[in-house]
């Protein structure tokens, strides 16, 4: 596998409190990527990074925002959760902008 | 807006057919086709990809075709197993607005002994 973790696993959180996850590779790839997955949908990006402190919105980057201020950790917030945030979130890293290589995932509630 | 379809939903074989699972994308300019594995619980795994300027591309019992003109690509397992049976999502990186790839909604791949 490559060297990717997902911190937390698993959470339950409160609608309209701030949940923030994170990403860890010990790859020293460039790119890094959150992707939210949904039954039906597939995997759908929310925002990615191409270097430090260099990011960029994917398809459904509305209430989410992410930070990356090392090239080993790619944070995901979501500032004031929402139901429809309940969701499976994935990091992804890559070395080019093609092969991308998943992390364990994250399973996030809100309730 | 770019878009990729996938077919079937859901297909179950019976150990040592084949499977086969289709993917048609929009955006003419996408370069890159991976296919990736997901077992329960745990991250989609890069299986198999192909690029632009290939025709088909081979990995033991899996293959890959990519019609550009048609704008289809296709997942091909040969002599199937029971640790086949997993979900299997096809994807397109698009050339245009940055590096974003385009997932299909995957397809729940049986495999009965």
């Known amino acids: 596998d490559a060297g990717i973790t997902q911190s937390p696993r698993h959470k339950v959180t409160e609608t309209g409190t701030p949940v923030t996850l994170r990403c860890h590779q010990t790859?020293?790839?460039?790119?890094m990527y959150w992707y939210r997955q949904d039954p039906g949908h597939g995997l759908r990006l929310i925002h990615y990074?191409?270097?430090?402190?260099?990011?960029d919105k994917g398809e459904v980057s509305d209430g989410y925002s992410v930070s990356r201020s090392k090239t080993e950790d790619f944070l995901l917030t979501l500032e004031s959760a929402t139901s429809s945030q309940t969701s499976v979130y994935f990091c992804?890293?890559?070395?080019?902008?093609?092969?991308?290589?998943f992390g364990p995932g994250t399973r996030l509630t809100v309730t | 807006g770019e878009n990729v379809e996938q077919h079937p939903s859901t297909l179950s074989v019976q150990e040592g057919d084949s499977a086969v699972i289709k993917c048609t994308y929009s955006d003419s300019a996408s370069n890159y086709f991976p296919w990736y594995k997901q077992e329960l619980g745990k991250g989609p795994q890069l299986i198999i990809d192909i690029r632009s300027n290939v025709g088909e591309k081979k990995d033991q019992r899996i293959a890959v075709t990519l019609n550009k003109t048609a704008k289809h690509f296709s997942l091909h397992i040969t002599e199937t197993q029971p640790e086949d049976s997993a979900v299997y999502f096809c994807a397109a990186r698009i050339n245009t607005g940055g590096f974003k790839t385009i997932f299909g909604a995957g397809t729940r791949l049986f495999v009965k002994a």
């Open positions: 992804a890293i890559s070395g080019t902008s093609y092969e991308q290589y």
């Open positions: 790859e020293n790839h460039r790119y």
């Open positions: 990074s191409y270097g430090v402190k260099d990011t």
